[in-house]
């Protein structure tokens, strides 16, 4: 139901909400065992998959008339889960952790920033329609 209140861009923008932050507690946990040895850490990556979920069409629905309105699914979108991959240590120094916080940290900023943007974008494609919605009042 909702994805038919709704077009494509606030879905889109909802689920790159969620990846952020799953993508933000990895690296936090990488963060937190930056002294633990043997520490593997670990990475989430989504972009290329949410990208290829957004250029498919994801219905076999065509439009049979110019004058129809494209369907605004989301395709594969909602399929889009991201993958965490493990990096162990192979460098055979110290305590095996591969932990690198300045690489991490500066992580952490970036997906900040990039989750903020879109929470923005967010927040501005509903207040349209919450301007629509109520007669441009």
Do not use: C, W
Request: hydrophobic content about 35%; overall charge neutral; cysteine-free.
């Amino acid at each position: 139901m909702a994805d038919m209140l709704f077009d494509r861009t606030v879905g889109m923008l909802g689920k790159v909400l969620d990846l952020r932050q799953q993508k933000q507690q990895v690296i936090a946990s990488n963060i937190a065992n930056a002294e633990t040895p043997g520490y593997s850490p670990t990475r989430m990556t989504f972009e290329a998959d949410l990208k290829e979920a957004l250029s498919s069409r994801g219905s076999s629905i065509t439009v049979t008339h110019p004058g129809h309105l494209p369907i605004a699914g989301l395709g594969g979108m909602q399929q889009v889960q991201g993958r965490v991959l493990r990096t162990p240590d192979k460098s055979g120094i110290g305590d095996r952790n591969g932990v690198k916080t300045d690489q991490e940290l500066v992580s952490l900023a970036e997906n900040e920033l990039l989750f903020e943007a879109a929470a923005q974008n967010l927040s501005k494609k509903l207040g349209m329609l919450k301007y629509v919605a109520s007669g441009g009042q």
